[in-house]
């Protein structure tokens, strides 16, 4: 607040008037009438719209028409460097049968215009079909005979090659892999559908584009995000040079967006990354180190206390050799980094709770994380509390998977998944994420799903498990405060308080209050970093 009676004798760069805020600084929430000055990209001050124009002047004021101010979207969770390069490749979200995923890949290929080069894409589920059967390789090779294909599942655990890709990796024939499988036809040929493992064996030889390619699709991605409200994204899991990349286009000047960058632990970027150490920057966090223990539900890779309902002779895979596991903790803890740890299925759970346990030894401040968390055995809740473990969901999984997910689980399970009211109740916080591209990039459904647990198009009519939904506080929160709080961010972004960056994103509606079926229809209107508007819809 401010209390001035010099008339406009402060100077601001910048000046938001004529708007109500929800300021999300850890009080209750409610819309306040507030104008903000800004100096040097940070908020100095806060107040009633006669107190701050009075006090202060600059060339720079913006009547926001009494549009709502929140502190800028954080994504708890996603994949801002695989959504980037994703916008390179042919895009399968959404599609509603084999046969439209083969012709969009015949497209792209056709408008790509060469006819040597591998073809990849993502976001094909066949639980969306009306066979949900995993396709095969057949009509693949059909059309690209000579040609590398590799197209993965929506969830990236995933993928379908062709037998050329399949060639050229030397997966030709069928044999069991460490953490992941391969899928065979009825002859005991590759079905060319590649599970977790597996599908990492293929991609090591897909040729990645070079740092030209790679830093260009940062540059043009970060609109996407802007334009939907996020002004931080957590990119969870990067090579220690993707890292750099972006710090480099940072301090440039070109990336504008903040990263927390949660390095991959995966070998040998995690001993490049013991190496570098944890470090920060105003607009780069690299301080964590994401570790993965199992894989995906809708693959059947996630680990599971008990066989999955509808394959009772498959549990799933856990990852990690438990003395190395436990032994890479303990370097990340000594070392000083956050830990946090891919995690869907019940066993995996359980098991990173435990070893997180023994390394933390009760409560702390360190932070250390459980990414989606979601299938949870009740008996393990208090597990995150004894070592302060934070859980961190994605809540559009739920209304993505809920169509199948019962299949998987069976009907006694599913009760223990998605639940993010469980879940908020470990800590009193719950951070939100998107898991971009898996999800759709956009907050606006992370927080429709975590409140009214319904898809875009409204079903189940009544919500789904809706005694696990978020209450809208909870779900704003944990798109600003409670993700900056997990991020080590809450000094810096996540609420409107002064001294905080200017991180805001500007809708046209309260979403404490507005309609459950106007919700999705919020408009961004626009979206300022630091100060600086990044998006503005109202030109």
Same mark, same amino acid.
């Given at each position: 607040?401010?209390?001035?009676?010099? /008339?406009?004798? $402060?100077?601001?760069?910048?000046?938001?008037h004529?708007?109500?805020?929800?300021?999300?600084?850890?009080? !209750?929430?409610? *819309?306040?009438?507030?104008?903000?000055?800004?100096v040097?990209?940070?908020? %100095?001050?806060?107040? !009633?719209?006669r107190?701050?124009l009075?006090?202060?002047?600059?060339?720079?004021?913006?009547?926001?028409?009494?549009?709502?101010?929140?502190?800028?979207?954080?994504?708890?969770?996603?994949?801002?460097?695989?959504?980037?390069?994703?916008?390179?490749?042919?895009?399968? %979200?959404?599609?509603?049968?084999?046969?439209?995923?083969? @012709? $969009?890949?015949?497209?792209?290929?056709?408008?790509?215009?060469?006819?040597?080069?591998?073809?990849?894409?993502?976001?094909?589920?066949?639980?969306?079909?009306?066979?949900?059967?995993?396709?095969?390789?057949?009509?693949?090779?059909?059309? /690209?005979?000579? $040609? !590398?294909?590799?197209?993965?599942?929506?969830?990236?655990? &995933?993928?379908?090659?062709?037998?050329?890709?399949?060639?050229?990796?030397?997966?030709?024939? #069928?044999?069991?892999?460490?953490?992941?499988?391969?899928?065979?036809?009825?002859?005991?040929?590759?079905?060319?559908?590649?599970?977790?493992?597996?599908?990492?064996?293929?991609?090591?030889?897909?040729?990645?584009?070079?740092?030209?390619?790679?830093?260009?699709?940062?540059?043009?991605?970060?609109?996407?995000l802007f *334009? #939907?409200? +996020?002004?931080?994204?957590?990119?969870?899991?990067? @090579?220690?040079?993707?890292?750099?990349?972006?710090d480099?286009?940072?301090?440039?000047?070109?990336?504008?967006?903040?990263?927390? &960058?949660?390095?991959?632990?995966?070998?040998?970027?995690?001993?490049?990354?013991?190496?570098?150490?944890?470090?920060?920057?105003?607009?780069?966090?690299?301080?964590?180190?994401?570790?993965?223990?199992?894989?995906?539900?809708?693959?059947?890779? *996630?680990a599971? +206390?008990?066989?999955?309902?509808?394959?009772?002779?498959?549990?799933?895979?856990?990852?990690?050799?438990?003395?190395e596991?436990?032994?890479?903790?303990?370097?990340?803890?000594?070392?000083?980094?956050?830990?946090?740890?891919?995690?869907?299925?019940?066993? &995996?759970v359980?098991?990173?709770?435990?070893?997180?346990?023994?390394?933390?030894?009760?409560?702390?401040?360190?932070r250390?994380?459980?990414?989606?968390?979601q299938?949870?055995?009740?008996?393990?809740?208090?597990?995150?509390?004894?070592?302060?473990?934070?859980?961190s969901?994605?809540?559009?999984?739920?209304?993505?998977d809920m169509?199948?997910?019962?299949? $998987?689980?069976?009907?006694?399970?599913?009760?223990?998944?998605?639940?993010?009211?469980d879940?908020?109740?470990?800590?009193?916080?719950?951070?939100l994420?998107?898991?971009?591209?898996?999800?759709?990039?956009?907050?606006?459904?992370?927080?429709?799903?975590?409140?009214?647990r319904?898809?875009?198009?409204?079903?189940?009519?009544?919500?789904?498990?809706?005694?696990?939904?978020?209450?809208?506080?909870? &779900?704003?929160?944990?798109?600003?405060?409670?993700s900056?709080?997990?991020?080590?961010?809450?000094?810096?972004?996540?609420?409107?308080?002064?001294?905080?960056?200017?991180?805001?994103?500007?809708?046209?509606?309260?979403?404490?209050?507005?309609?459950?079926?106007k919700?999705? @229809?919020?408009?961004?209107?626009?979206?300022?970093?630091?100060? #600086?508007?990044?998006?503005?819809?109202?030109?």
């Amino acid at each position: 607040m401010v209390y001035g009676c010099n /008339f406009k004798s $402060r100077k601001a760069d910048l000046i938001l008037h004529n708007a109500v805020a929800i300021t999300c600084d850890g009080q !209750p929430l409610h *819309a306040t009438p507030m104008a903000i000055a800004i100096v040097d990209g940070r908020i %100095v001050a806060t107040g !009633p719209e006669r107190a701050i124009l009075n006090s202060f002047r600059a060339e720079k004021k913006i009547d926001l028409q009494h549009a709502v101010i929140y502190p800028g979207f954080i994504d708890a969770h996603a994949h801002f460097t695989g959504y980037a390069l994703s916008l390179l490749n042919v895009d399968l %979200v959404g599609t509603k049968s084999y046969k439209e995923v083969l @012709d $969009r890949v015949v497209s792209f290929s056709e408008n790509q215009g060469q006819t040597n080069s591998w073809i990849t894409g993502r976001g094909w589920d066949e639980n969306d079909w009306a066979s949900s059967e995993y396709p095969t390789l057949i009509e693949l090779d059909e059309l /690209f005979p000579d $040609r !590398p294909v590799a197209i993965r599942r929506i969830d990236g655990h &995933a993928l379908l090659a062709n037998s050329a890709a399949l060639r050229i990796a030397g997966m030709t024939s #069928v044999r069991d892999i460490k953490g992941g499988e391969m899928l065979s036809l009825k002859d005991g040929s590759p079905s060319g559908v590649l599970i977790d493992g597996a599908a990492d064996s293929l991609l090591s030889v897909i040729p990645t584009p070079n740092d030209s390619i790679k830093s260009a699709a940062l540059i043009k991605a970060q609109y996407d995000l802007f *334009a #939907v409200g +996020l002004t931080t994204v957590v990119d969870a899991g990067l @090579d220690v040079s993707d890292i750099m990349r972006i710090d480099s286009l940072q301090r440039t000047g070109d990336l504008l967006i903040r990263v927390v &960058a949660m390095s991959s632990g995966t070998s040998p970027n995690l001993e490049a990354t013991f190496r570098q150490g944890p470090f920060r920057s105003d607009r780069l966090i690299a301080q964590s180190i994401k570790f993965y223990m199992d894989g995906s539900l809708g693959s059947r890779g *996630a680990a599971l +206390l008990k066989p999955y309902s509808d394959r009772p002779s498959h549990s799933g895979f856990i990852f990690q050799d438990s003395s190395e596991f436990l032994s890479n903790l303990q370097t990340a803890y000594d070392l000083g980094f956050q830990v946090a740890t891919h995690c869907i299925g019940d066993s &995996a759970v359980r098991n990173v709770l435990g070893f997180y346990n023994q390394i933390l030894d009760g409560p702390n401040d360190k932070r250390w994380r459980i990414e989606h968390a979601q299938v949870v055995h009740p008996s393990d809740l208090p597990l995150f509390t004894s070592a302060s473990i934070l859980p961190s969901v994605q809540p559009t999984h739920a209304t993505s998977d809920m169509y199948w997910a019962g299949e $998987r689980l069976g009907r006694n399970r599913i009760r223990h998944a998605y639940a993010y009211r469980d879940l908020q109740d470990v800590l009193g916080i719950l951070p939100l994420g998107t898991d971009m591209p898996i999800e759709d990039i956009d907050p606006r459904k992370t927080f429709y799903a975590a409140t009214i647990r319904k898809d875009s198009k409204g079903y189940p009519s009544d919500g789904y498990h809706l005694d696990q939904s978020l209450d809208r506080e909870s &779900a704003l929160y944990g798109m600003t405060l409670w993700s900056a709080i997990a991020n080590f961010q809450e000094e810096e972004v996540g609420s409107i308080e002064v001294g905080k960056w200017a991180d805001f994103v500007i809708l046209d509606r309260n979403l404490l209050t507005a309609e459950p079926d106007k919700l999705l @229809d919020a408009k961004i209107l626009r979206t300022f970093v630091a100060g #600086v508007q990044t998006y503005n819809s109202t030109k």
